[in-house]
């Protein structure tokens, strides 16, 4: 009996997207999380990445190794960026924002060299 699930290529890009969110979450709680002091946001970083990481073992049967963690990553770092520029305030630095544009840039392009 296979008790994974094996979605469909529209559903596993649906998937990923969910497992980014999750992902994000984790991150932005270990900011939250002050040093693992605060108990609540603690326990949420490992909850909410393991959520992500279960996803990720149903989408990388479809899309690949290579794309999903690059897409997981990157856009995960690049909204965690914003998330921290907008909301914890930190400095949006020239070198950060074309940081930034570079890890785009990466995504894309390990995505435009995988053949579907």
């Known amino acids: 009996m296979n008790l994974l699930f094996t979605p469909t ?13 999750f992902e994000i979450c984790g991150t932005v709680c270990m900011r939250l999380a002050d040093g693992f002091t605060r108990p609540t946001p603690s326990v949420l970083i490992f909850v909410f990445y393991a959520f992500s990481f279960a996803i990720n073992t149903m989408v990388v049967r479809v899309l690949g190794l290579s794309v999903v ?32 544009g570079l890890v785009v ?12």
């Open 9 to 21: 290529l529209g559903q596993a890009w649906g998937l990923l997207s969910v497992a980014i969110f």
């Open 69 to 100: 963690y690059a897409v997981w990553s990157g856009v995960g770092t690049v909204i965690t960026a914003a998330i921290g520029v907008w909301y914890f305030k930190e400095p949006a630095t020239a070198l950060k924002l074309a940081s930034i």
């Open 105 to 116: 840039i990466g995504v894309l392009g390990i995505h435009a060299s995988t053949v579907d």
